[in-house]
């Protein structure tokens, strides 16, 4: 059977505009075998985070800020669908779900509740996208990718079981694909084998349609976004960016490891390992290809900017000033692993070490308490990680204006830099 995966993310979904958007491209394909991944609709994630910290501060808000996330989806139903009614229902049976967890008490595990409330987001852009393609007369079924997508119980950042993936994948995703055209499905979660929640990490809806599409054999998966393709740079930072045609698997891999937000970067890998091309497209103009990523032998890249805001660099020593040694670096790895801290960049010194991570303050708080009284550290925030692929020395002293580096690598063809943007200097008048 020839499948293809469609990936659509939450600025697709973000309005009643956006889910006519979707259907008008899915029109276009209504022939063919498609599983379509969607996420939350526009800024859903965001709020529901804020009802979850509600709900642990017992701020008495938890009840009005999701009543603002049911209004809202209601109202989107009603203007997109002559007949609300089914719809309406569904979305009450989704939010009646969430109403029992907020009636107990907060659980022990902060993260376990967390994917469990947050996910609701995506049950509800699916049902409600499920509703609206039905209405446009698309052969298509709505599915639960929990009954499908398997994981371990690392809440917030799940880990894949990939035999039981590909196995329901099969046994469930490939019979129901021999009946209906389309399958609407959601991304970013997936379940236990207790049938907990579990999310796979902020914007992981591209990883869901790369699993997926690697357990199909999918003919080719389709990120949909709101940009031309893969650019050069942030479009929001940049002027002047190109967008790439063409990009090769490992480029591809490279760019989001050093943080390219265009794609999650567990994306590539289940598609580079059954050669299965990635399109990444505009949803504003359907017709273009986008970006190709494949298979490609490598090509000559322009210089590519991608930077990560809020950065920490953290600072590791000895309290006896002895050697950083072997067992101290084991010992401060295994750690940076349990409070799942991405190491952006590192460097050993012979009585320090220094890390550069991404800057979750709670995170980075039971790191240091875990570290214990042999070592002392100390945090450098509000930094910036600023990386540039293929650069050249004019990229790079352009990269370099009003920064003070804190500290810079470079490799062959890559230059990272940890920087603290500086305040421009005025001269004084009358001096």
Not at 103 to 124: A, K, N, R
Not at 234 to 260: C, H, N, Q, W
Not at 265 to 276: A, C, L, S
Not at 329 to 339: D, E, G, N, T
């Amino acid at each position: 059977m020839s499948v293809k995966v469609f990936k659509f993310g939450g600025a697709s979904v973000r309005d009643a505009e956006g889910f006519r958007n979707v259907g008008s491209i899915l029109k276009k394909y209504s022939d063919d075998k498609i599983v379509v991944v969607v996420s939350a609709m526009g800024k859903t994630t965001n709020a529901l985070e804020e009802v979850v910290k509600s709900y642990y501060a017992g701020d008495g808000k938890t009840s009005q800020l999701l009543d603002a996330i049911r209004t809202g989806h209601e109202n989107l139903i009603r203007e997109l669908l002559t007949t609300p009614a089914e719809a309406l229902d569904d979305l009450n049976d989704t939010f009646v779900q969430l109403d029992w967890i907020l009636e107990e008490e907060p659980h022990e595990d902060f993260d376990y509740t967390y994917d469990q409330i947050v996910s609701i987001g995506e049950l509800l852009s699916s049902q409600i996208l499920a509703s609206y393609i039905k209405s446009l007369g698309i052969n298509s079924r709505w599915l639960d990718v929990r009954d499908i997508i398997l994981t371990d119980n690392t809440y917030r950042d799940a880990r894949i079981q990939w035999e039981a993936t590909q196995k329901n994948s099969r046994d469930k995703l490939l019979p129901m694909l021999s009946e209906v055209n389309h399958v609407i499905t959601q991304g970013f979660i997936g379940s236990t084998s207790e049938n907990f929640t579990t999310t796979l990490g902020r914007e992981g809806s591209d990883y869901t349609a790369a699993i997926l599409s690697y357990c199909l054999d999918a003919d080719s998966m389709h990120i949909w976004k709101d940009v031309p393709g893969v650019l050069t740079g942030d479009p929001r930072i940049f002027d002047e960016v190109i967008k790439l045609p063409r990009l090769s698997y490992k480029e591809a891999i490279e760019m989001t490891y050093y943080g390219a937000k265009v794609i999650h970067p567990k994306t590539i890998k289940p598609i580079q390992n059954k050669q299965i091309p990635l399109f990444v497209r505009p949803f504003l103009d359907p017709a273009s290809e986008g970006t190709v990523i494949s298979d490609e032998k490598e090509l000559s890249y322009p210089p590519v900017i991608v930077i990560e805001h809020d950065q920490a660099l953290l600072h590791i020593s000895t309290n006896d000033f002895s050697f950083v040694a072997e067992h101290h670096l084991s010992m401060i790895f295994s750690l940076l692993a349990k409070f799942r801290l991405k190491v952006n960049m590192m460097r050993n010194t012979a009585i320090s070490f220094t890390v550069c991570v991404n800057n979750i303050p709670e995170r980075i708080q039971k790191f240091e308490a875990s570290l214990g009284s042999e070592f002392k550290m100390v945090t450098d925030n509000d930094l910036e990680l600023i990386t540039i692929r293929h650069f050249n020395d004019e990229v790079l002293k352009d990269m370099k204006k009003n920064k003070l580096i804190l500290f810079e690598e470079r490799l062959q063809d890559t230059v990272q830099m940890v920087v603290r943007n500086l305040p421009r200097m005025k001269r004084k008048e009358n001096v």
